[in-house]
């Protein structure tokens, strides 16, 4: 198992940017596709986006698409969202996690804490 500490939310303004970080430790962080969903008070989690293992593919959520960029740092155990353009729904706590497929809308299989992320109009 892998484990996983998400960190870089906060408050930011609609139309303004914030970078998510997720260390791994425990196993191979290498080995691993990792991903990113949210889940906001009320709502089922939402899909954000998937990275493979090397980086080489990616899939966003429609909702986040042009707007959030998913990369990782395998010297770093560490992978990263880049979320741009922040609009209030996008408000939620956003977690890490280890992929069960590779598609659109996976589940995860383990995740971290999570970090809030909240948008005011």
């Known amino acids: 198992q892998v484990q996983l500490v998400e960190s870089g939310g906060g408050l930011v303004q609609a139309g303004g940017s914030l970078r998510l970080s997720c260390a791994a430790s425990?196993?191979?962080?290498?080995?691993?596709?990792m991903g990113w969903f949210r889940q906001a008070p009320g709502n089922e989690r939402e899909f954000v986006a998937v990275i493979s293992w090397n980086s080489a593919r990616i899939l966003y959520a429609d909702s986040v698409k042009g707007r959030f960029t998913i990369s990782r740092d395998n010297a770093k155990s560490t992978v990263y969202l880049q979320m741009n353009s922040l609009k209030p729904e996008d408000t939620a706590v956003y977690y890490c996690g280890t992929p069960l497929t590779f598609r659109v809308g996976t589940d995860f299989g383990s995740w971290g804490q999570g970090t809030q992320v909240t948008v005011s109009s």
């Open positions: 425990g196993r191979t962080f290498s080995a691993y596709n």
